[in-house]
């Protein structure tokens, strides 16, 4: 079944210390996107990525890392999260020109 | 200022009763994107429209572009529960090389 699938579904943790959200798709797509969602805010772009080894930044790459070094996987690395980065996170994938995006479950993030 | 904008924030509907949502970009658009999202959930792709003047339908859920290509609508014909949800469209303009800026989204309750 094509999916993009992330991991954990929900995380709680403290400000400071250093987590990555797992993303992973099984088609093939050159492009992976990563993207917060808070009330009121809508859906704003983190980082995105056009293929192996290229990563850009998005509206609100402030306080986050990415790396794409397989074409399937893109984490998002948080080095030292802080209450503001409290959201509801969500990857997203595609062929690269084709912007149908296929979206994972998301994972709810809470820094206290 | 916000380059999309999606109206009503929110709508509560009588079940089988129609409903129409707008979003309206600022500068012309190269493609406009609808997606359904659940509650706390990932966003599900619906329908994706390009030329100026396209109407597509999915089932009770009709959308249109604009002739300029600024605006788009979706129209639910005869509400039911399983429409509800929070649908965002997202704008594709020229030069975004794939990337999508979503609006703020609609969340659709629909009373029995």
């Known amino acids: 079944e094509a999916q993009v699938t992330q991991n954990p579904r929900y995380l709680i943790t403290v400000t400071g210390k250093k987590l990555t959200v797992t993303c992973s798709q099984n088609?093939?797509?050159?492009?992976m996107s990563w993207y917060r969602q808070d009330p009121g805010l809508g859906l704003r772009q983190i980082y995105y990525?056009?293929?192996?080894?290229?990563?850009d930044k998005g509206d609100v790459p402030e306080g986050y890392k990415v790396s794409r070094k397989e074409k399937r996987n893109f984490p998002l690395i948080l080095e030292s999260p802080s209450p503001n980065q409290t959201s509801l996170y969500f990857c997203?994938?595609?062929?690269?020109?084709?912007?149908?995006?296929?979206f994972g479950s998301g994972t709810q993030l809470s820094v206290l | 200022s916000q380059e999309l904008e999606q109206s009503p924030q929110s709508l509560i509907v009588q079940e089988g009763k129609n409903l129409t949502i707008n979003c309206t970009s600022s500068?012309?658009?190269?493609?406009l994107y609808w997606y359904k999202q659940k509650y706390g959930e990932g966003l599900i792709f619906l329908m994706m429209?390009?030329?100026?003047?396209e109407e597509k339908s999915h089932e009770k859920i009709t959308a249109k572009l604009d002739e300029k290509k600024q605006q788009s609508s979706l129209h639910i014909t005869a509400s039911q529960p399983s429409h509800a949800g929070i649908y965002l469209c997202?704008?594709?303009?020229?030069?975004?090389?794939?990337?999508?800026?979503f609006g703020k989204g609609t969340k659709l309750s629909v009373k029995p």
């Open positions: 997203a994938s595609s062929y690269l020109g084709q912007p149908k995006l296929f």
């Open positions: 088609m093939n797509h050159e492009y």
């Open positions: 990525s056009m293929n192996v080894e290229v990563t």
């Open positions: 500068k012309t658009l190269y493609g």
């Open positions: 429209l390009q030329k100026g003047g």
């Open positions: 997202g704008a594709e303009y020229g030069g975004s090389q794939g990337n999508l800026i």
